[in-house]
């Protein structure tokens, strides 16, 4: 057994291969009982190849299926050993049919003889063949290279065969790859509008293109694989730019095109220059031509390839153009704009036209072969240096902003236009300018920004306040619904019932609403309001405990009233909003122990104040000051400091409405504000309220602990079902005789046909058909003694559109409570 597992040599060929130990062998040795199994250890090598590899006997049946074979088939070794009748094929080609193994087996005679298309055979009992098989990996198919063996015993007898099979796909796709490369290459270039030749390492011709021929009037056919690529261009043999390359001379290149030569700017190791060719046409020709060495993956130079374009127009453009130079030179002196040339490299200027002179004020003499840091201060010529680079940098032109400059002439401002002038090669050469004089106009123009930006800001506020405004009328209807009948539900529900809880919660919850709809409003500016005359210290003082517990312990609040303080014409509760807003903004401004100053005082303003301000009229003005050493506020932030939903806070911490709402009620007041800030220093912010300047009356405040009653008859108007019906239970409920109709033409028909006196008339401002005001007209015809009280949620500019905020007239706003229907019922029908 210990010689059956050396290797053996093949007495056929000659060749060392593997023995095979077949299975007679083995049994014959049982019992000499070998360490180790021969054909085990046989089959572990075939089964760890790279390769896929199989094995089969004499028979044509597979002895070994290794792990590669198994994932190129993906078909399993216990499912392939012992089959036979060319079933290994299968997987391959999707049917049985003889591999490269299976042509080993073939007799002597036969295998002598194979002339099978694509197997070849190779020295002694190998064959090899290379094909796209369709089924491979399951399907997928793939280009595959196969190498067969017969398998011989130690006799030399033929027992099997064995074949190993590699996926050269990717190889073959990158043969193919590189053939349509190279062909690709040549059809590029031999397709080229541009005349070109190539060169190999023998300086012969590999490659002369159809606009080469076409350019010389040589065919391909009489010129490539020799070496007489000079002689179309000149009348004797000479070596071409390209030779050089092929034989890394390049130095000798100087010689042969002294001055008319240059390294390419594009390609490394390339070359360019510029010559005549007398024996190019008639008289002959110029031509610009370049050369650039072909390299292998390795570096190593394999040929050149030399372009050509004629030039001989462009030589006579130059001509032309230097005729031109003066012409335009002639202009340039002429235009009324200054405009000045400057050289690419250090911006020193080379040429200046007149209208620069007596711009700059400077002489032409003195101001070429100069920089801009010979005329201006520093850090104005590094601005215009860096402006300079840039364009040179880009290669595109620039507008120049605005920026004074000093001249001799005084400061003037210039609208400057720089513009790259690239040489031949495309290279910055020069920075043409050309500035015009906008001094006066600039000025004209920031005067008309200023007005404009002062209008749009205006608009823009009040655009929102309309939108904002705009949502008043439909909450404020269903806010009243919700209000009426949670306040009539309390009255019928015992407090220590669980229900009573619950309504309370749900009267806190439109209450809050109702609130958030008066923020809107009186951002918007359309809150409808009920001004009184206040002495502001008195209502500021009033709120101290409220305010106090606001901000919380760590924060110092200081009170700082002015003394003989004006009085003012202001809704109580709008002060209350504003105060609270700002001292609220104040102590979220605050990181822990801090300082709020409220403080008030009378001044005035004159006319050249307002000038600059354009929120402020002349006048009289009752300061109120909110202060605080907080964090202060960046410019950014100061700029969207009213803008509605503008907030600094985290999410759910804030809704942006505050500083809005306290806008909102100051521009409603006819005041205007004023805010100061510095980061980490802290804010101020100044608001300014018109003086009051009638007689003041003293008002009394008075509350009823229960709704105030009556027996009157009222007829109600309301187009909105929901809030009628509502208004007809609170009425009832407060002992009235209630008519009621949704229509104007309705309440009309009803009043005519009404038998008793009708006491009151309340009704909605805002109906299809008839406005209230006009309903209250037709029917006090009718009952000269009627007294009307109007109701809305629309906001106050609409009301007012129909005279209800007139004088002398009662209202009461959506949504409304029954106790304050109730009351604004009494007083209107307690009127003498």
Same mark, same amino acid.
């Given at each position: ?17 593997? @023995?095979?130990?077949? +299975? ?49 088939? $993906? ?7 012992? $089959? ?10 999707? $049917? ?45 198919? #793939?280009?595959? *290279? ?11 007898? %033929?027992?099997?065969? !064995? ?17 349509? *490369? ?9 397709? *080229? ?80 220059? =510029? ?18 060495? !072909? ?6 130079? %394999? ?13 006579? =453009? ?75 940098? *880009? ?55 200023? @007005? ?145 100053? %409220?403080?008030?005082?009378? =001044? ?109 008859? %009222? ?21 009235? =005789? ?37 309903? #209250? ?35 009461? +706003? ?19």
């Amino acid at each position: 057994m210990a010689k059956d597992q050396n290797k053996n040599r093949d007495n056929r060929t000659g060749k060392q291969g593997l @023995l095979f130990v077949d +299975q007679e062998l083995s049994e014959g040795n049982q019992g000499e009982k070998e360490p180790w199994d021969s054909n085990r250890i046989f089959h572990d090598i075939i089964d760890f190849l790279p390769d896929a590899t199989f094995m089969i006997d004499r028979n044509g049946k597979v002895i070994a299926w290794n792990k590669a074979m198994e994932q190129m088939t $993906k078909v399993p070794k216990e499912d392939m050993i012992g $089959k036979g009748e060319y079933e290994y094929a299968v997987p391959f080609y999707g $049917k049985a049919r003889p591999l490269l193994a299976d042509l080993t087996l073939l007799p002597d005679e036969e295998f002598e003889k194979i002339h099978y298309e694509g197997v070849y055979r190779q020295q002694g009992d190998t064959l090899y063949a290379a094909a796209y098989v369709p089924k491979t990996y399951g399907g997928k198919g #793939a280009y595959l *290279s196969a190498t067969a063996s017969r398998l011989r015993d130690a006799s030399g007898r %033929i027992i099997g065969a !064995i074949e190993s099979i590699r996926d050269i796909t990717e190889r073959k796709r990158a043969e193919e790859a590189l053939r349509n *490369s190279e062909k690709l290459l040549r059809d590029i270039l031999d397709g *080229s509008p541009i005349p070109q030749f190539v060169i190999g390492t023998d300086h012969r011709i590999i490659l002369w293109n159809k606009a080469i021929e076409k350019y010389t009037g040589v065919k391909a056919t009489e010129i490539v694989g020799t070496d007489q690529q000079s002689v179309p261009f000149y009348k004797e043999k000479r070596r071409t730019m390209a030779d050089f390359l092929v034989d890394g001379s390049v130095e000798k290149i100087p010689q042969w095109y002294a001055g008319k030569y240059a390294k390419s700017q594009l390609v490394e190791e390339a070359y360019e220059g =510029t010559d005549f060719f007398p024996a190019l046409g008639k008289d002959g020709k110029w031509l610009y031509f370049t050369a650039a060495a !072909i390299k292998d993956s390795t570096g190593t130079t %394999i040929g050149a390839v030399e372009t050509l374009e004629d030039i001989t127009e462009h030589k006579r =453009t130059d001509e032309l153009l230097m005729e031109r130079e003066e012409f335009l030179s002639s202009i340039i002196e002429n235009i009324p704009d200054m405009i000045f040339i400057k050289d690419a490299k250090d911006l020193r200027f080379i040429r200046f036209n007149r209208a620069g002179e007596n711009l700059l004020g400077f002489k032409r003499e003195e101001l070429i072969g100069k920089s801009d840091y010979d005329f201006f201060p520093r850090e104005q010529a590094d601005f215009f240096t860096k402006n300079d680079r840039e364009v040179l940098d *880009s290669g595109q032109p620039c507008d120049i902003p605005e920026e004074p400059i000093a001249s001799r002439s005084g400061k003037r401002i210039l609208h400057t236009q720089k513009i790259p002038i690239p040489d031949k090669d495309g290279n910055p050469a020069y920075l043409l300018g050309i500035s015009e004089d906008i001094t006066e106009r600039k000025r004209a123009e920031e005067e008309q920004e200023m @007005l404009q930006a002062q209008f749009s800001q205006a608009q823009k506020m009040e655009s929102i306040g309309r939108l904002a405004g705009g949502v008043a009328h439909d909450f404020n209807n269903m806010l009243g619904v919700i209000i009426g009948y949670t306040e009539m539900a309390f009255r019928q529900v015992d407090p220590s019932h669980p229900v009573f809880a619950k309504l309370q919660q749900i009267g806190k919850a439109a209450e809050r609403s109702a609130d958030l709809t008066r923020q809107l409003l009186a951002f918007a500016r359309k809150q409808t309001i009920i001004p009184k005359v206040l002495d502001l210290n008195e209502t500021l003082e009033g709120m101290l405990k409220i305010l106090r517990r606001l901000i919380g312990e760590d924060i110092d609040l200081t009170w700082q009233p002015g003394k003989g303080l004006w009085p003012v014409n202001v809704d109580p509760s709008q002060i209350d909003q504003i105060l609270a807003n700002l001292c609220v903004n104040a102590s979220d401004a605050i990181a822990g122990v801090g300082k709020i100053i %409220i403080e008030t005082g009378n =001044t005035s303003f004159q006319e050249a104040y307002c000038t600059h301000h354009p929120d402020c009229v002349p006048g009289d003005y009752v300061l109120l000051a909110v202060s605080d050493d907080g964090c202060g506020m960046e410019k950014k932030v100061l700029d969207n400091l009213f803008e509605p939903f503008f907030t600094t806070k985290e999410t759910g911490k804030g809704t942006g409405l505050g500083l809005a709402t306290v806008y909102g009620i100051v521009k409603q007041n006819n005041g205007f504000i004023s805010v100061y800030s510095e980061e980490g220093i802290g804010s101020t912010f100044k608001i300014y309220l018109p003086r009051y300047q009638g007689e003041i009356e003293e008002i009394q405040e008075e509350g009823l602990a229960e709704p105030a009653r009556g027996n009157e008859t %009222i007829l109600v108007v309301e187009d909105d079902p929901l809030i009628l019906n509502m208004t007809i239970i609170m009425l009832q409920g407060l002992g009235y =005789t209630v008519l009621s109709a949704s229509r104007p033409d309705d309440a009309i028909r009803i009043a005519g046909e009404h038998a008793g006196e009708i006491h009151l008339l309340l009704t909605d401002v805002i109906m299809p058909q008839m406005n209230g005001r006009d309903l #209250a007209k037709s029917l006090t015809s009718l009952f000269p003694q009627l007294k009307c009280l109007f109701m809305s949620g629309y906001t106050a500019d609409l009301i007012a559109h129909h005279g209800v905020l007139d004088d002398n007239v009662d209202f009461v +706003q959506k949504p409304f409570s029954m106790h304050a229907l109730a009351a604004k019922l009494r007083e209107t029908l307690d009127k003498k």
